[in-house]
């Protein structure tokens, strides 16, 4: 089965959740690294081209540590994120969810010159797409992965309507089900709502148009309100 | 307890931990100042995995869970960031861990010697007795180039240069020498034929190119330039060879673990070795661009210092970070 969800179980006795990023967002973020990286390096060399050799000397340390310390340096002091990977709204971490170290964060970047190889990255990208977490080569010696960033979702408005108390007892599936369904009304479309409503509120003899706000209201009422 | 009632209730606390872990979130902190609450995030946080586990136990909405899972683990980064503030790091690494890491993986660094050494040797000795043997490895454009660079009578190397070609050929032995080890490391994780590649490759090249100058007869050029940072260079390539060789033998021979699991222990270890190794390239880069070019220094003193820096290398390699592994 094809799951990109990851979890982890944190000392403190719960699973942290996480999204894994697939190898197609992962590879726009290093083309937009790669940009930048090009951008910068060819910037910085028309202004050394002007102090002669020893802008040239600048020019290659400058050029060297792009090469191999820009992803390092992006992930280690700005919490796994390089500009692209920022872009794409992906970060790099520990196996365990931690946030990635120097050492680990040396160890997946040294090795992408693997991952090159033999041309175009194909061994990463070949070993990304059969590996269950999307991992490279880099990935599994560092003991690193690329997720999603979480953005602390919006809380949904509740629909507006009135608590509507039921006096037959619910069981946990339907709770969940009524519950969901009235958290959902502003990402499902009208018309779904009114076919979904209709087959949930077949149970409680409810099959007009009136079924979405019925719903509605039982869900409030089991959220809590009053 | 209906899912309003808990946010109701706890919502202050997932409030206060937004406000340590997000500073930019535009929460406001309570009248408390953010150092107090800050130093109780530990507290707060698990309280917040609690909250987390009734949460998924009672079945709320996807979308509270969402917002607390979310929650524990921006606290969860924030708590478990290394913070190496109060130990001196770097000089622990060069004193302890670089030195202990290569004793606790002597013996790659032998094979990794040994495939670095003996084809040197063997070419050098090739090279030295045959004139034709460096072209089976070089074309002669190559041999011409580097035969004008050590020549006594032309004095490329030997001459008084500026100070701004110094820097510029600094720049360029980093650039090019830690990118070939940075490489030979990395190729390791291919089974580590990467790295014996590299290895070997190299002690061939140099191994001819030593041969050839001395079957010449430019050694009083050549020697006193690359004893000095020789020392520093030509053992941190076996270093970067025998850390991605670790690597490779953690897929062949996984020994009790999946080789996963070896893979990445390995890599923690190659990752200490790999990055000390850059160190004493760093090193080396320095004294080729400002000691070694250095016409003004006669070649005795080069050769002694020189071989100060070998003692040096040896020294530290052999006697620092063996006392705790060995007790």
Redesign the interface.
Known sequence: MIDTRYQVE?P???E???DLAGPVSRVLAYAVDILIRQAVTLLVLLLLVFL???G??????L??VL??FYPVLFEVFH?GQTPGKKMMGIQV?N?D???V?F??S??RN?????DF?PFAYL?GIASMVCHPEFKR?GD????TLVIYR????V??ALPASDPLPLNRKLD?EE??AI??FT?RHQQISRERQQELAEIIGESFGQRTEKAVGFLQGVGIW????R | MRQQDFEHRYGPVWQQIEAVVDPASGVELEAVGSGRIAEALPELYSQLCHHLALAKHRRYSGSLINRLNALSMRAHHHLYRHNHRYEHVFLKFLLEAFPAALHRNARFVWIALACFLLPALLMWALCFTQQDMIFSLMDPGQVRGFEAMYEPGNHAIGRERGSETDLMMFGFYIKNNIGISFRTFAGGILFGLGSLFFLIYNGLFIGAAAGHISHVGYQETFFPFVIGHGAFELTAIVFSGAAGLMLGWALIDPGGYTRLVALREAGREAATIILGSALMLLVAAFLEAFWSSHAGVPAPVKYTVGTFFWVLVIAYCTLLGRVRGES
């Open positions: 944190t403190e006795g719960i942290l959740q996480a002669g050799e020893a040239w000397g600048l020019w290659l340390l050029s060297f090469e191999w919490s971490v196996d969810l931690t946030p170290t050492s680990t040396t160890v040294l090795l992408r010159f693997a190889m061994f080569l599994l010696a560092a003991g979480k953005q602390a979702p809380q949904a946990l709770q969940v519950i969901s958290e089991l959220l809590g309100g």
